[in-house]
T-cell receptor
């Protein structure tokens, strides 16, 4: 069964450093997402990406965040200058795209980001 | 009112019991509804989509009540392996964003 993969599984960084989290969505999917989950809290939407541009973003997704699809398979989330409060589990998800309807999102295993 | 609201639990039930969770949503324009299961420190895994007519998958039954703006999940004959957090998720249309509830923790006890 195809699945979303993410690397690394755990990233430790110093405050102020840049991090790039990587995801390989399911191959025939066209919509990509990043969510985060701070320990003990709910899963929160960050951004959706379709046709090489951001489709929607939340208030959390400020100028410190960016997303990119650098090639045909990878989808990345960059945090330019990490803060302590960026420590969380970051989940990538992908879905098909069906005109006029909502498609189920499938999640990767997550990258646990720890900012020291 | 929160967009998606769930009782965090925990629900502690004996093996074989039937347990039900509810989830309320605030946006009446919401169109798609899901239950995900999340094990500790793992990714959400889709359990089932929720359709207007209700749907069943083995021991799991999901219902949608649009008038009262809630969805429910019923688990029959609980197994130890059902112990997890159950996340309600709602898409409010327009975009592909999904809004999650905080989750309801289920612990099935031998």
């Amino acid at each position: 069964e195809p699945e979303v993969t993410q690397t690394p599984s755990h990233q430790v960084t110093q405050m102020g450093q840049e991090v790039i989290l990587r995801c390989v969505p399911i191959s025939n999917h066209l919509y990509f997402y990043w969510y985060r989950q701070i320990l003990g809290q709910k899963v929160e939407f960050l951004v959706s990406f379709y046709n090489n541009e951001i489709s929607e973003k939340s208030e959390i997704f400020d100028d410190q965040f960016s997303v990119e699809r650098p090639d045909g398979s990878n989808f990345t989330l960059k945090i330019r200058s990490t803060k302590l409060e960026d420590s969380a589990m970051y989940f990538c998800a992908s879905s098909e795209w069906t005109s006029g309807s909502f498609d189920t999102q499938y999640f990767g295993p997550g990258t646990r980001l720890t900012v020291l | 009112r929160k967009e998606v609201e769930q009782d965090p639990g925990p629900f502690n039930v004996p093996e074989g019991a039937t347990v039900a969770f509810n989830c309320t949503y605030s946006n009446s324009a919401s169109q798609s509804f899901f239950w995900y299961r999340q094990d500790c420190r793992k990714e959400p895994k889709l359990l089932m989509s929720v359709y207007s007519s209700g749907n069943e998958d083995g021991r799991f039954t999901a219902q949608l009540n649009r008038a009262s703006q809630y969805i429910s999940l019923l688990i029959r004959d609980s197994k130890l392996s059902d112990s997890a957090t159950y996340l309600c998720a709602v898409n409010s249309g327009g975009y592909q964003k999904v809004t999650f509830g905080t989750g309801t923790k289920l612990q099935v006890i031998p």
